[in-house]
């Protein structure tokens, strides 16, 4: 079955700074790629996604780019703020009879100001 | 803007009772999934569930676990006789599914089960 893994497990940067997290899967018929945000003890909350007939899109400070052929793919936060910080999940889906997400293992963000 | 809707937000239950956790899925939505997060750990998926019938299940999902759309709105999760290890966040989701691509998933508040 489909697997996400996803890196860094932690990532701290100042205020200000860009922060990167990676993802790679394995189901090459996956077709769909979003990012979740998830504050302590809240639901998961989509902030970006792109389909596999595009490598890059962006959304003000968050871009999120896809290389198909490696399978991965990679969230760009861009003038990182302190409410940014929270915990990122990426997750992959494929085309089948149910649409499951597979969701990689998070990251945890922490923004220093 | 229309959301998921989950009952009860927490639940404690001692081991081996029944447990029946309640989602109300966005109205238009034609998808329905659960999946569970154990704290600190990363989304899992359980079940998905498509006119009215299981599309999709984990390994996770075993024969303790069953759902069911009872009527045209409610969406359930029971869990038939709890253990410690079910003790987890449980999230609700649905999502309109777009032609041949996967549609956003939206998640439910979620409910907390603490097994004791």
């Known amino acids: 079955g489909e697997n996400v893994e996803q890196h860094p497990s932690t990532l701290s940067v100042q205020e200000g700074d860009s922060a990167v997290i990676k993802c790679t899967y394995s189901d090459s018929a996956s077709n769909y790629f979003p990012w979740y945000k998830q504050e302590l003890g809240k639901r998961p909350q989509l902030i970006i996604d792109?389909?596999?007939?595009?490598g890059e899109k962006k959304d003000q400070r968050i871009a999120v780019t896809l290389n198909k052929t490696a399978k991965h793919f990679s969230l760009h936060i861009t003038e990182t703020q302190p409410e940014d910080s929270a915990v990122y999940f990426c997750?992959?889906?494929?085309?089948?009879?149910?649409?499951?997400?597979?969701f990689g293992s998070g990251t945890r963000l922490l923004v220093r100001p | 803007e229309p959301e998921v809707t989950q009952t009860p937000s927490h639940q404690v239950t001692q081991m081996g009772q029944e447990v029946i956790l309640r989602c109300v899925p966005i109205s238009n939505h034609l998808y329905f999934y659960w999946y569970r997060q154990i704290l600190g750990q990363k989304v899992e998926f359980l079940v998905s569930f498509y006119n009215n019938e299981i599309s999709e299940k984990s390994e996770i999902f075993d024969d303790q676990f069953s759902v069911e759309r009872p009527d045209g709105s409610n969406f359930t999760l029971k869990i038939r006789s709890t253990k410690l290890e079910d003790s987890a966040m449980y999230f609700c989701a649905s999502s309109e599914i777009q032609g041949f691509n996967t549609g956003e998933l939206f998640f439910g508040e979620g409910s907390r089960l603490t097994v004791l």
């Open positions: 792109i389909r596999s007939n595009v």
């Open positions: 997750a992959a889906s494929g085309v089948d009879s149910s649409y499951k997400l597979i």
